[in-house]
C-alpha cells in the first residue's frame, strides 16, 4: 500500500516545474516517519492544528493522509491502494485511472493503478526529503528516512543494549566520554534489589550520563512499581523491563526475562503499575526477544506487542527487540542463546509496518556503525548494539555521533579519552571503598581492541595493578606501550 504525496513549502502553494508530475509515492511508514520529523522541528502545533496541515503537505486531492497517530487531526484520511485493475479497463495517465469511494466511516478511498508506482517511487525520496531539508535546514537534523536523531518519544537512533557485569557505572563514563548522544543502559537490576538492597546499586551521574535508562527484572507488578519510584527519586528518567533474557535463573527462581513472554498480559500489567507510579512523561518500554519456543511465529510475536500494549494503557509505546527467539529450560545456555538461534530481522521490519503507533528499536547481531545505518534505512526507529559497543568500543561509539546523529566531527583522540577518564578514575579512587580499582579499570581493556600492542597495554593494565599502583599510575604505564600514532588517531 502507498500514499499519494504532494509536498509544499510552509506558507505557500507548490509550484511544479513544467511536465512535472505531482503525486509521489511513500510507504505508509516512511511517510510517518516525514510526518514525525515535522512535528520535531515545527513543535506540536503542527501536530493538532488542521489549518496548518495543507501549508506543509498537500496529500492527493483531499489534502489527506494515511499517518500514524494523525487520523484525528485530518477532516478525512485518503487510503490509496496500489493494484491492478480487474475490469479490463486501459491504464492511461493520472487522473483518468483514480477512483474515489466513500467509505462508510466518512473517509475517501482512492484506488490509483500501478503502472504509475515506478515513475514515482525513482522520484519520492530524493524530491521530498530534498524540500523538507531545504525547509528546515537550519534545525540540522540527520535525515535518515525522515528519522532525526531523536524521535518525539525520545526513542534514540542508537542505543547500547543493557549487559550483565559490563553496562556498569565505570562503562557508562567512558562511553559518554566517546558519544554524547548515544543511549545507555544499566545493568539489569531485580527489583526486589532495588528495594531491599543498597543504595549504590543504582547509583549514577545524571548530570554527566544523561539518558541512562534503568532497565529492571520482575515479574511482581506491585514490587517493580515500588522500585521504578524508588529510582526515580534518584534521578532514573526512563526504565525498561527485561523480557528477553533467557538465564536459566530467570525462568526457575526469579520469574523475570524471556520466560515472560509466555505471559504478555502479566508483562502488560507489571507495565501498567510501574507506568501508574511515575510521571506520564517518563517512558516505560520493554525489552524482549521475538518468541521462545523452537516455532518461529511473527503471528505470536504481534500478538505478545498488541497485548503489552493494550493491557499497559497503552502506556508501553516503545519494544526494543532482540531479533532472535531464545530457547529456554536449560536447552541451550545464554550465551548460546545468544547466537545459535537464526536472526529474522524481517520480523522487527514487520512490526514497524504493522504497528504505526508504536516505536521500535532492533537489537541482535549489530557489529558496527554501518550495519546500524542500513537499519535505520529499512525503517526501524532505533538500533541497539549489544557486545560490539564493549568489545570495539572506538569505532562503535567514537563514531556514533557523527555517522548516526549527523553532529561534525569532535576531532578527540584516544589520548584526550584516557586522559579525560583519568581524571574521573582518580576521583572515583579517592572515595570512600574505591580501593579497588579493578572495575575502573576493566573499561580501558577494549579501548585499543585491535591497534598494535593492543594486548601489553592490557597485560600493563593487570601487572601494573598487582604491583599495588594507583589508578592513574598503571592506566599511564599501560598507555606507555602505545605508540602515539594509536594515541593520536582520530576516529573515523
Same mark, same amino acid.
Given at each position: 500500500?502507498?500514499?499519494?504525496?504532494?509536498?509544499?513549502?510552509?506558507?505557500?502553494?507548490?509550484?511544479?516545474?513544467?511536465?512535472?508530475?505531482?503525486?509521489?509515492?511513500?510507504?505508509?511508514?516512511?511517510?510517518?516517519?516525514?510526518?514525525?520529523?515535522?512535528?520535531?522541528?515545527?513543535?506540536?502545533?503542527?501536530?493538532?492544528?488542521?489549518?496548518?496541515?495543507?501549508?506543509?503537505?498537500?496529500?492527493?486531492?483531499?489534502?489527506?493522509?494515511?499517518?500514524?497517530?494523525?487520523?484525528?487531526?485530518?477532516?478525512?484520511?485518503?487510503?490509496?491502494?496500489?493494484?491492478?485493475?480487474?475490469?479490463?479497463?486501459?491504464?492511461?495517465?493520472?487522473?483518468?485511472?483514480?477512483?474515489?469511494?466513500?467509505?462508510?466511516?466518512?473517509?475517501?478511498?482512492?484506488?490509483?493503478?500501478?503502472?504509475?508506482?515506478?515513475?514515482?517511487?525513482?522520484?519520492?525520496?530524493?524530491?521530498?526529503?530534498?524540500?523538507?531539508?531545504?525547509?528546515?535546514?537550519?534545525?540540522?537534523?540527520?535525515?535518515?528516512?525522515?528519522?532525526?536523531?531523536?524521535?518525539?518519544?525520545?526513542?534514540?537512533?542508537?542505543?547500547?543494549?543493557?549487559?550483565?557485569?559490563?553496562?556498569?557505572?565505570?562503562?557508562?563514563?567512558?562511553?559518554?566520554?566517546?558519544?554524547?548522544?548515544?543511549?545507555?543502559?544499566?545493568?539489569?537490576?531485580?527489583?526486589?534489589?532495588?528495594?531491599?538492597?543498597?543504595?549504590?546499586?543504582?547509583?549514577?551521574?545524571?548530570?554527566?550520563?544523561?539518558?541512562?535508562?534503568?532497565?529492571?527484572?520482575?515479574?511482581? @507488578?506491585?514490587?517493580?512499581?515500588?522500585?521504578?519510584?524508588?529510582?526515580? #527519586?534518584?534521578?532514573?528518567?526512563? =526504565?525498561? +523491563? $527485561?523480557? /528477553?533474557?533467557?538465564?536459566?535463573?530467570?525462568?526457575?527462581?526469579?520469574?523475570?526475562?524471556?520466560?515472560?513472554?509466555?505471559?504478555?498480559?502479566?508483562?502488560?500489567?507489571?507495565?501498567?503499575?510501574?507506568?501508574?507510579?511515575?510521571?506520564?512523561?517518563?517512558?516505560?518500554?520493554?525489552?524482549?526477544?521475538?518468541?521462545?519456543?523452537?516455532?518461529?511465529?511473527?503471528?505470536?510475536?504481534?500478538?505478545?506487542?498488541?497485548?503489552?500494549?493494550?493491557?499497559?494503557?497503552?502506556?508501553?509505546?516503545?519494544?526494543?527487540?532482540?531479533?532472535?527467539?531464545?530457547?529456554?529450560?536449560?536447552?541451550?545456555?545464554?550465551?548460546?542463546?545468544?547466537?545459535?538461534? @537464526?536472526?529474522?530481522?524481517?520480523?522487527?521490519?514487520?512490526?514497524?509496518? #504493522?504497528?504505526?503507533?508504536?516505536? =521500535?528499536? +532492533? $537489537?541482535? /547481531?549489530?557489529?558496527?556503525?554501518?550495519?546500524?545505518?542500513?537499519?535505520?534505512?529499512?525503517?526501524?526507529?532505533?538500533?541497539?548494539?549489544?557486545?560490539?559497543?564493549?568489545?570495539?568500543?572506538?569505532?562503535?561509539?567514537?563514531?556514533?555521533?557523527?555517522?548516526?546523529?549527523?553532529?561534525?566531527?569532535?576531532?578527540?583522540?584516544?589520548?584526550?579519552?584516557?586522559?579525560?577518564?583519568?581524571?574521573?578514575?582518580?576521583?572515583?579512587?579517592?572515595?570512600?571503598?574505591?580501593?579497588?580499582?579493578?572495575?575502573?579499570?576493566?573499561?580501558?581493556?577494549?579501548?585499543?581492541?585491535?591497534?598494535?600492542?593492543?594486548?601489553?597495554?592490557?597485560?600493563?593494565?593487570?601487572?601494573?595493578?598487582?604491583?599495588?599502583?594507583?589508578?592513574?599510575?598503571?592506566?599511564?604505564?599501560?598507555?606507555?606501550?602505545?605508540?602515539?600514532?594509536?594515541?593520536?588517531?582520530?576516529?573515523?
Amino acid at each position: 500500500m502507498l500514499c499519494a504525496l504532494r509536498v509544499a513549502g510552509a506558507g505557500r502553494p507548490y509550484q511544479p516545474t513544467p511536465g512535472e508530475n505531482l503525486h509521489y509515492f511513500f510507504t505508509p511508514t516512511v511517510l510517518g516517519q516525514v510526518f514525525n520529523w515535522l512535528i520535531v522541528t515545527r513543535g506540536s502545533k503542527f501536530a493538532t492544528t488542521k489549518a496548518s496541515w495543507p501549508s506543509y503537505l498537500s496529500l492527493s486531492r483531499d489534502h489527506a493522509a494515511l499517518i500514524p497517530n494523525a487520523a484525528s487531526t485530518l477532516p478525512r484520511t485518503c487510503f490509496i491502494d496500489m493494484s491492478k485493475p480487474n475490469d479490463g479497463t486501459k491504464q492511461s495517465p493520472l487522473p483518468a485511472t483514480t477512483m474515489n469511494t466513500e467509505a462508510s466511516d466518512g473517509s475517501i478511498h482512492t484506488t490509483i493503478y500501478d503502472f504509475v508506482a515506478a515513475r514515482c517511487l525513482q522520484i519520492a525520496f530524493a524530491r521530498a526529503l530534498a524540500v523538507v531539508r531545504q525547509e528546515f535546514s537550519a534545525h540540522r537534523h540527520d535525515l535518515c528516512l525522515g528519522i532525526p536523531g531523536r524521535w518525539p518519544c525520545g526513542v534514540a537512533k542508537l542505543s547500547v543494549a543493557p549487559m550483565m557485569e559490563w553496562t556498569d557505572r565505570h562503562y557508562r563514563h567512558l562511553a559518554r566520554l566517546l558519544s554524547s548522544e548515544t543511549e545507555l543502559y544499566t545493568e539489569m537490576i531485580a527489583d526486589s534489589a532495588v528495594v531491599h538492597g543498597p543504595q549504590h546499586l543504582t547509583n549514577f551521574d545524571p548530570s554527566f550520563e544523561e539518558r541512562v535508562v534503568l532497565q529492571l527484572g520482575g515479574s511482581s @507488578p506491585e514490587l517493580l512499581a515500588s522500585a521504578a519510584a524508588t529510582c526515580h #527519586d534518584r534521578g532514573y528518567r526512563e =526504565f525498561n +523491563l $527485561n523480557v /528477553g533474557c533467557p538465564s536459566e535463573k530467570g525462568q526457575k527462581v526469579c520469574n523475570y526475562g524471556a520466560v515472560l513472554m509466555g505471559d504478555p498480559k502479566l508483562v502488560g500489567l507489571c507495565m501498567k503499575q510501574l507506568g501508574n507510579a511515575l510521571p506520564t512523561s517518563v517512558p516505560c518500554t520493554v525489552k524482549c526477544r521475538i518468541g521462545i519456543g523452537d516455532i518461529e511465529s511473527y503471528e505470536e510475536l504481534a500478538t505478545f506487542v498488541r497485548t503489552v500494549h493494550e493491557e499497559s494503557g497503552r502506556r508501553v509505546t516503545h519494544f526494543i527487540v532482540h531479533a532472535r527467539r531464545a530457547i529456554l529450560n536449560a536447552r541451550l545456555t545464554p550465551e548460546q542463546n545468544r547466537n545459535i538461534p @537464526p536472526l529474522r530481522y524481517d520480523f522487527v521490519y514487520r512490526l514497524v509496518s #504493522d504497528f504505526p503507533q508504536l516505536w =521500535f528499536t +532492533l $537489537n541482535g /547481531g549489530v557489529k558496527t556503525l554501518a550495519e546500524a545505518q542500513d537499519h535505520l534505512r529499512h525503517g526501524v526507529h532505533g538500533v541497539m548494539i549489544g557486545r560490539a559497543a564493549f568489545k570495539n568500543p572506538w569505532p562503535v561509539l567514537g563514531g556514533a555521533d557523527h555517522l548516526i546523529f549527523g553532529h561534525p566531527k569532535s576531532g578527540r583522540t584516544r589520548r584526550d579519552i584516557l586522559e579525560l577518564y583519568i581524571q574521573y578514575a582518580v576521583k572515583e579512587a579517592s572515595q570512600p571503598g574505591g580501593n579497588n580499582i579493578v572495575p575502573l579499570l576493566k573499561p580501558l581493556t577494549n579501548l585499543f581492541a585491535g591497534e598494535r600492542r593492543c594486548n601489553e597495554f592490557r597485560k600493563a593494565l593487570h601487572e601494573e595493578r598487582l604491583k599495588g599502583a594507583d589508578v592513574e599510575t598503571v592506566i599511564r604505564v599501560a598507555a606507555a606501550n602505545l605508540s602515539d600514532w594509536v594515541l593520536d588517531a582520530k576516529c573515523t
